[in-house]
């Protein structure tokens, strides 16, 4: 059985399992400090994104992207309350997934 794009899902089957210890998280500075970057999926939905190393948040979002380390748990719990309800873990662009649109 084949599994979705990470981008389509709204959240991981139960069987699925993120990867253990804190995530790379994309943060934009705000009035408040930072916070979360949290992006558009090409349906439309609000998902929060995370990566697994700094080399892979680099790749995905340029060498200037700065970023927090958060759990798992925590960055749901932050993200959860300002509707987006996925999480995307490692996400990859290509021709054929539009990328994220930056919320």
């Keep these: 059985m084949s599994h979705p ?3 389509y899902a709204e959240d991981p089957e139960p069987s699925d399992r993120l990867p253990a210890g804190p995530l790379f ?3 934009r500075s ?3 400090g930072c916070t979360a970057r949290l ?3 090409p349906r439309g939905g609000r998902i ?3 990566f697994t190393s700094p080399q892979r948040l680099a790749a995905a979002l340029g060498s200037g992207q700065p ?3 958060l759990a798992e748990p925590a960055l749901r719990a932050l ?3 300002v509707g987006a309800t ?3 873990v490692d996400p990859r662009f290509t021709p054929e997934i539009p990328p994220l649109q930056a919320v």
């Design 5 to 7: 794009h990470p981008l």
């Design 25 to 27: 998280v994309p943060v």
């Design 30 to 32: 705000g009035p408040a």
């Design 39 to 41: 992006f558009r999926t």
């Design 48 to 50: 929060a994104v995370a």
């Design 67 to 69: 970023w927090v380390r």
């Design 79 to 81: 993200a959860e309350p």
């Design 86 to 88: 996925g999480l995307a």
